[in-house]
C-alpha cells in the first residue's frame, strides 16, 4: 500500500470522476460588476488601466518629471487602498495579421515564390516563436467601504447624473469615484477605466496564471455580463495545494485543453536606497517585463496621508533613541543598524509633520512578485533566478513564504491580500520610482515585422506609411557603418512594400538592389532602370520637378504658390546641376563668384518652365561674356560624354519626358541603378580628396535621385522611395535642405515613404541643422563615436544627453529606433523569418566570409 | 531628491534588552521574547507538573517531600522548555515576520483545499468532456454574478 505524502501533490486515484458533490463554496469575492466598478465584501473597487510612459533612452529630466508625476498621483489617493498588477499579454498576432492583410487590398499574387500571404504568416508565426509578450498595468482602488445593497446601485454610481435625495451614501460614492478617475488620469499615471472586456481578461490573467486567456471568452460587447452570457467565466480553474507547498498548483482548462501550472509568489522583504538619478537602475516594478522569464507583480497598499502618521513617525524616533540609549548604558556602541533607524526616523518625523502634501504621503503594504512553471522545479527555480537578479539589479531581497494559495489569490482583482507579513511603509516619492507603467513598446499596430525590442519582450513593427497615418513627415533617416545593416534593411522594407502592391521605387548608384527585381514573387512586376545605359536627355534638370496639379491644392492662390515654388526649385537644380558639371578646379577656384553668378543669371534669363531645353541656358550663356562663352564651350564638351549626354538631350529633338512618365506607370518595384559610374567616397566629404571621375559623377547622383523622387508625385496613392545618400548630399547644402523640407511636407500630403539611406550623419546634419525635425523617423545601427554623437539629433535625442553609447555598442542588425511618435528604442533586426530569396539576394558579404575565434590554436598544443 | 529610501530602517526597529556584559542568553533578547519566555514558563511548568508521574514520586517520597520534588522538577522543565520555545521562536520571529504573521501563515495554510475537500463536477463547455478530477485537493473558484445592463 502507498502511503500519501503531505506536502507532495500527489494523485493516485484513478477511479472516474465523481460527478455527483457539491461544489466547494470557495468563490471569487466579486460579486457583481459594471464598466471598471465591482463589489466585493470590502466595498467597491474601481479599475483603471495605466497609459504607458516612455522611458528607454529618455534623458534625466523627463524621468524626473514622469517620477514627479507619480509622487502626486499616489498623494491624490491619500485615504484609498490601492491594488496595482503588472501583467503580461501574447503578442497580438492575429490581430496584426488581420490588419496588415486588410490594408494591403493591392497585394501581389505571384506566380511563383513567396506570396504575401506567406509573408504575413511567416511574421505571425516568427512572434510565437519569440514569445514575444507586452506587459500592463492594472490600478485598482477602494472607492469606499459603503457596502451596496443592490448590485444595480453600481449604475447610479458609475453614471453622469447625481443620485437622488433619498440615495445620499451613493452620491458620496458617486463623487468619490469621479475624484479618483480625474486624479489617476493626469499625467504620470494617464490611466482610463477598465472596460468590463478588460476587467474579464484581467480576472482570467489571474485566476490562472500561466495560461492563455482565448478571445472566445471575451466576445461581449455590453458593459456588463451574466454568467449565462460566457459559461464557465473562469472556466475552469482549479487551485491545488499541499500543506506547506512551495508553489500553488492551477489546473487550468482553456478551449478544451487543459494547462498545468505551478505558481510561486515572492514578497519583497527589503528596499535598498535607490539612486534614481541612475540611468542604468530601471523602475523596481517595470523592471519585471524586461526579464527574461514571465513575472508579474501585484502591490496591494493603503495609500495614508502623511499627517496621520505623525504620532507613529514620533514613536519610531523616540524608540530608535531609547534604543541606542540602552546600548550606551551598557557601554556598547549602538549598531549601525540603530543608528541609521535614529537618521531615518528624523527624516520620516520631518516630512510627515513638515513635507508637503506628496512628500508626507506614505504607502503601506506589500510587494509581491509571482512566478510560473510547467513543473514545480521549474516554478523554484525561476523563482530563485528572480531572488540573485532582484538583488542584484535592484537592490530588493525577496523571500519566499508559505501560505502560497493566500498569496496567489491577493493577485486576482477584489480578492483579499493578507497583510500580516512583509509589510513596508514607503513614501510616495520612493514607489514612483518603480514606475509601474514605464513601457518598453514602441512601433505601430501593422506593418513590417522589424525584430525584439531590447529590454521587454515586445517586439518593433514598422509601418512604412505610419508618419501619413499620424498627419506627420514621412521622411524616414537609416544609417549607419559599412556591414551595419542598413541596405539590407532598406532592401527588406522595398520588398515588403513592393509585396503589397505599393509602388516602390529605390535609388541604389552602386546597385545591389537590384538584386531584389531578380526575386521570384517580384520578378514579374518588378524592372531594374540603369540609368546610365538610359538614352539621352534623361535627367534634364527642369524635367525633375514636375509641375503641381490644380485639383491637388484647395485654393488658386496655393496652386500659383506652388507652381512659383516649383519654377525656382527647377532652376535651383539647373543652377547646381550645371555648375557641378564644370570641372572641379574651375568651380573652386572661382574665388569672385563670376561663374556662379554667370550660371545664375543665365538660368533665371530662361526661367523655371516644366521641359525648359538646357540647350537653351548654353546658348544664354554664350552670349554672356567671356565667362559665359568659356562655361558654354565647357558644358558642350561634356555633354559629348556618357554622363554628360544624360542631361543633354539631343541638340536636333525636343526635351522627351517619356522615361519620367514610364516610371510613374510602374506599379510594383523599380530599382534605378548607376552601373559604370565612379561613385564619391562616402566616408570622405572633403571633394578636393575626390579622384576626376568622383567629382564628375555628382551631378548625375543628384539628378538620379531627383529622377527616382518624381515618383512622389504621381497620384495620391500610397508609394515608396528609398533614396541611397549619395543622391542627396551631392546636391549641396542648399539643395538638400529643399528637397528635406520638401520631402518632409509632401511624403505626408503624397502619401508617400521616403527613405534615406546613409554611412555618415554628417551629410545630412551639416547640410540641414533641422534635420531632426524634419525626419519622422530614423534607424540609426551601428557607428564610431563622432559619427554616433551627430546621429543623435536624427533620433531626436540631445547631443549631450549621452547615448552615443548606445549607438557605439550597437551589434551587427541592431538599430537605435525613432518611431512615428518619436519614442526611441534599441531593436534588433531579425531576419530569421525572412524568406530566403530575400535573404540571398540582400548578402552584400563577400564570398568565403567567416569568423575568427580568438581561442583558435590555443589549446591544440604543440606540433 | 536623487537617493530615496523606504520608511522601513526606522519602523522596524526592535528592543533588545542587553543583560550583564558577557553574559548569554536569555539575557540579550527582545521585550516581546522576554514576555513571552515569562509566560512560557508558568504555562509549561503546569503541564510538567500534571503530567509529572506523581504517584510513583508520592510513593517513593510519601508526604511533603514527593509533592515538593514534583513541584521542583516540574518547575525545571518548565523554565527550560520555556527557554527553549522562546529562543526557537525568537529566530524565526523579525521585524517583517512578526509573530501574527505566523500564525495568519498557519491558518491559511489550515484552510487551504485539502484532500479532504468535497469533490466537485467541473462544468465544461463542451458539456460531457471528461476531465481530471480525480484529485480532490481542489477547489473550484466560482464565477462572480456580473450584472445586466
Redesign the interface.
Known sequence: MRLPIPWRNTNTDTSEPDTTDPASPAQLRIRAAYKNLAITPDGIWAFYLLDGVDWPLQTAERRAATMTDQTYRWADLAGHRIWLRGLHAPFPHQQYAKRLYEDSPKRLYPAQGRSFEDLVDAAQMHTIELGARRSASVLGVLVSTYKLQHPTDLAIVAGDKPATASQGELDRVRRELREITTAVARPGFGARPLSASELRWVIHASTGMGAPVPASLLHHDRHAISLDDVPGFTNPVYATEAPYAPTTVLRTNRESRQHTTHVAVLHVDDFEERDTARGDLAPFLAWAGSLEFPVEYCVVADVVDGRDLKGAAELDRRRAKNIAEHHEEHNDDPPARVLRGIDRAREVEDEVQNGTREVAARLRGVVMFAVTGETEEEALETASDLTVTAARQQGMKLVHDHGQYGYYRAFIPGEECPVSGHVTQMPGYFFASGVPNATSSAGDPTGLLIGNIAGSHDVFVFDPLGGTKRNRSNLVAIGSDPGGGKSTLGGALADFIASRGIRTVGYDPSGPWSRLCELPHLRDNARHLSLTGAHRGVLVPHLMVVDPRPGDYDTDAEYLLAVEEARAERMELAIDSFRDLLPYAMVSGDRTGAIQGTIESAVTDVGGDYGTDPWQIVARLEAMGDVGRAIAERLRARAQLKDGALVFPDPRKDVDDEPGKRLMEQAALTVITMEGLALPPKDQPDRSLWSRQALASVPILNLGARFATRTIYADRKPKAVLLDELGISTGGAGSFSSFAVRSSFDSRKWHALVALIFQNPNTLTKLDAQIGNLIGSAFIGRMDDAAARDALPLLGLRGDSGYHEVITGLERGEFVVRDWRDRVRKVYVDRDWWDPALLAALDTNPEGEGTYDEADGIFSGVA | ??????????????????GP?NSPWPFEASGRAWIMGLLLCPAFTVVAFVLAPRPLLTAAMPGPGGWLVTALTAALLGITAGVIVTRRVGRVVSA???L???V??LL??AS????E??????????AG?????????????????????
Not at chain 2, 112 to 115: F, Q, Y
Not at chain 2, 117 to 126: A, E, K, L, V, Y
Not at chain 2, 129 to 149: A, G, Q
Open positions: 531628491m536623487a537617493i530615496v529610501a523606504t520608511d522601513d530602517a526606522a519602523r522596524r526597529q526592535q528592543f533588545i534588552w542587553l556584559v517583517t515576520r512578526p501574527k504573521h505566523h495568519n501563515v491559511m495554510e487551504a483545499p485539502r484532500d475537500q468535497p469533490r466537485i463536477h467541473m462544468s465544461t463547455d463542451p468532456l471528461w476531465l481530471e478530477t480525480r484529485d480532490t485537493r481542489v477547489r473550484r473558484i466560482d464565477p462572480p454574478t456580473f450584472i445586466e445592463e
